[in-house]
């Protein structure tokens, strides 16, 4: 058992859901053992893992002592609410289960939350993986501050494994929506920047594996969720501002590319009225698309003769 563990009142509690990854949750976790920053505990919740995860992690945990819960499968929001009601420490850090922390993340993120009165900090981060950008996104000019309603035009912030959050606050706004499946940070960080200051610093704080296995990879059920997001925290506000409508259709329209070509795999899966389900919506989020030629000859002849373009 290490030090850090042993606490009953560590500065920082570590909490990795932990679903299906059993070929990096063990990498993810000796990110966390790689700290510079000493004194936390680590929390991981297995959600009903149908791969061999607790055979790869019986060991790790036995040796540093590691907080292990096993549930039934329930969803990401409801291992992560799990982790929150059972940490002691002062501040909160949350990790999904196939990134990567380097080395310094606890350290300055604590830092800074110690000499400021934030709620929460947040870094950049690069996606894992050969041929990944190595710029840090977002960049050197993201939002900090009052942020509120910045953050309803938009999440600036790809993971909450960016961001390190004061759990007294966290227990003041309440637990993670689990209703809006994997939009459920997003509509945490819009919470938390309603009662007071988010500070960001242009540091690098998450390695992300981008992999098909990624909750975002399913883009139609994420469309659908920030979109419940939305409604819940602008209303009828949403009809009354020109310019929130504007960065909306904006925001949206980035799941177009990626709904179409959810409707190209279903199409190779022959789940042909899915597909075109999948089609329709993309066109209805972005009607432009239908005057784009990419659009006729790269998605809607293929849905059809069931082949792409060779050029």
């Known amino acids: 058992m290490t030090a850090a563990a042993s606490l009953s009142n560590p500065a920082v509690s570590v909490i990795i859901p932990t679903y299906n990854h059993r070929d990096w949750v063990r990498e993810t976790l000796d990110s966390v053992y790689s700290q510079t920053f000493a004194d936390y505990e680590l929390l991981l919740i297995n959600d009903g ?23 039934a499968n ?38 800074v939350l110690r000499s400021t009165d934030a709620v929460m900090v947040y870094g950049g981060m690069r996606q894992l993986g050969g041929g990944a950008d190595t710029s840090i996104d977002p960049g050197p000019d993201a939002p ?10 938009r999440n600036r912030i790809w993971s909450p494994g960016q961001t390190l959050i004061r759990t007294s606050t966290m227990r003041q706004i309440g637990p993670l929506d689990e209703s809006v499946w994997g939009a459920d940070d997003w509509d945490l960080y819009i919470r938390l920047a309603s009662v007071g200051r988010v500070e960001y610093r242009h540091r690098l704080s998450l390695l992300y594996r981008k992999h098909a296995g990624n909750a975002s990879g399913d883009s139609i059920r994420m469309y659908f969720s920030v979109c ?5 925290h602008m209303g009828m506000v949403l009809w009354k501002d020109r310019d929130i409508r504007r960065d909306w259709r904006g925001a949206s329209a980035a799941y177009c590319l990626p709904i179409l070509e959810q409707a190209m795999h279903r199409r190779s899966q022959r789940r042909f009225i899915s597909a075109w389900y ?4 993309a066109v209805f989020i972005k009607p ?5 030629r990419f659009f006729w000859r790269e998605r809607f002849k293929p849905l059809i003769v069931g082949t792409r373009s060779a050029g």
């Open 144 to 153: 900090a501050g009052s942020i509120r309603e910045l953050l309803l035009r």
């Open 74 to 111: 329930a969803g990401q929001a409801n291992a992560r609410n799990k982790g929150i009601s059972e940490a002691r420490g002062e501040y909160i850090a949350f990790l999904d289960d196939d990134d990567i922390w380097p080395s310094d993340k606890l350290q300055w993120q604590v830092e």
């Open 278 to 281: 999948a089609c329709l919506l």
């Open 288 to 292: 432009s698309l239908l005057k784009s």
């Open 49 to 71: 893992s149908p791969d061999d995860t607790n055979a790869v992690v019986e060991e790790i945990v036995a040796e540093r002592g590691i907080r292990y819960f096993e549930q």
């Open 228 to 232: 419940r997001v939305f409604r819940k």
